[in-house]
């Protein structure tokens, strides 16, 4: 597996059930560069808008690769009342259905080592919105340091700095894959991936359905949709299973 020996490319595909990620060899013929990944780190940042989708998405891909999502808000030395409000409700609905929530700046190391003690051992990959600060962060995770990180654009937006994903061995172990933030990575990630699976906080609730089959749309007597109505399942949650039940088979 390469690691920091300068060998960089494009992330050609994800390969859910060996959990390999690949990229194109010198033929365009895709070569593993990382396998057994462990652990998908999202890093949200300062201006969060309607990410809920964005989020449950990550949270099925990471699923389906058998890897845990880890919630990673950045950039708390910007963040406004309506971004503290967005996160303190991320941080709920996360949390309650068992992930990993840290928050901190990129900037100050000593706010990255909740997070860099959770990541002893794995091998984690980086995803999230261009200039969100996965590159700052990662250069105070590894031990390399010529990590590029990019200016972001008059309107606040990522410049695409980081073009290929690039696999670096972290200081307590373990290794940190950088990826480029665009938005259709998360596409790629779910390629095959029947999300409505990843609704697992669902499962307790499906006794309660009344049909066998209960697909939690429009049948009666829904233990799944009750549980929405006492507060027991996240709105947004719910929200997005149906947004990812209308692409998927359920
Ligand atoms: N104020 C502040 N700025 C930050 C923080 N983290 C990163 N930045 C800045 O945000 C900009 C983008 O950071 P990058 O690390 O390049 O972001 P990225 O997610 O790697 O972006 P791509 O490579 O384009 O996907 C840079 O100007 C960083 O200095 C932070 O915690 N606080
Ligand atoms: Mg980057
Ligand atoms: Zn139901």
């Known amino acids: ?6 060998e960089s490319g494009q992330l050609a595909k994800v390969h859910p059930r060996q959990n390999l990620l690949s990229r194109p060899d010198h033929r365009g013929n895709p070569k593993p560069f990382a396998s057994n990944l462990t652990r998908v780190v999202l890093v949200l940042a300062d201006k969060p808008g309607n990410e809920d989708l964005f989020i449950d998405q990550y949270y099925a891909a990471a699923h389906h690769l058998n890897c845990e ?3 990673f808000f950045n950039k708390v030395d910007q963040w406004d009342s309506t971004a503290k409000q967005t996160f303190a409700r991320w941080r709920d609905t996360y949390e309650r259905i068992g992930t990993q929530v840290f928050e901190g700046c990129a900037k100050d190391a000593s706010t990255l080592r909740p997070l860099q003690a ?6 984690a990959i ?3 919105q261009s200039g969100a600060g996965k590159s700052s962060m990662i250069r105070q995770l590894v031990i390399e340091r010529d990590i590029e990180v990019g200016d972001l654009t008059q309107h606040g937006q990522g410049a695409h700095t980081t073009t290929t994903a690039r696999l670096y061995p972290s200081q307590d172990g373990g290794s940190i894959i950088d990826s480029p933030g665009v938005r259709d990575f998360r596409l790629e990630l779910l390629e095959g991936v029947d999300a409505s699976r990843s609704f697992t906080e669902f499962d307790q609730y499906l006794d309660e359905c009344q049909f066998r089959n209960c697909i939690h749309l429009n049948e009666p007597r829904c233990g799944v949709k009750s549980a929405m109505a006492a507060g027991k399942i ?6 997005s299973y149906l947004s990812l039940c209308t692409n998927a088979d359920c």
């Open 126 to 128: 980086f995803v999230g």
């Open 69 to 71: 999502l880890t919630l």
């Open 118 to 123: 959770s990541l002893a051992d794995e091998t």
């Open 234 to 239: 996240a709105r947004s949650r719910y929200a």
């Open 1 to 6: 597996m390469p690691s920091n020996t300068g």
